[in-house]
């Protein structure tokens, strides 16, 4: 499984920006993928998690400001970033993982990764 994250950048604080995360069909539409991100210094944490169907987990620091969403026809995960804080810096890295929805969160490990986006709030 390939994937290529984009739209990392600098944005104010209370701010916006939107990741993106290009993959394949199969991957997009029948996998769990999730949204992790690293900050130096600090264990990855997990995001944001969309099963199969379209469950959406998120880790509560982010609730409520950031969106996960994914387009099957585009073979695209998005993470819409809004409201953000100096404390979202970080590297930002898409995964997937073939798991059941019931399995799909923010807390365990995945199969594959992207190579990574940086994203500044400062």
């Known amino acids: 499984v390939q994937l290529v994250e984009s739209g990392g950048g600098s944005a104010q604080p209370g701010g916006s920006l939107r990741l993106s995360c290009a993959a394949d069909?199969?991957?997009?539409?029948?996998?769990?993928m999730a949204w992790f991100r690293q900050a130096p210094g600090k264990q990855r944490e997990g995001v944001a998690a969309?099963?199969?169907?379209?469950?959406?987990t998120y880790v509560g620091s982010v609730a409520g400001r950031f969106t996960i969403s994914k387009d099957n026809a585009d073979k695209t995960l998005y993470l819409q970033m809004n409201s953000l804080r100096p404390e979202d810096t970080a590297m930002y890295y898409c995964?997937?993982?073939?798991?059941?929805?019931?399995?799909?969160?923010?807390?365990?490990?995945?199969?594959?990764w992207g190579q990574g986006t940086q994203v500044t709030v400062s």
């Open positions: 069909t199969y991957t997009v539409s029948t996998y769990c």
């Open positions: 995964a997937a993982d073939p798991r059941p929805s019931w399995l799909c969160s923010t807390t365990s490990d995945y199969g594959s």
């Open positions: 969309i099963a199969r169907r379209g469950g959406e």
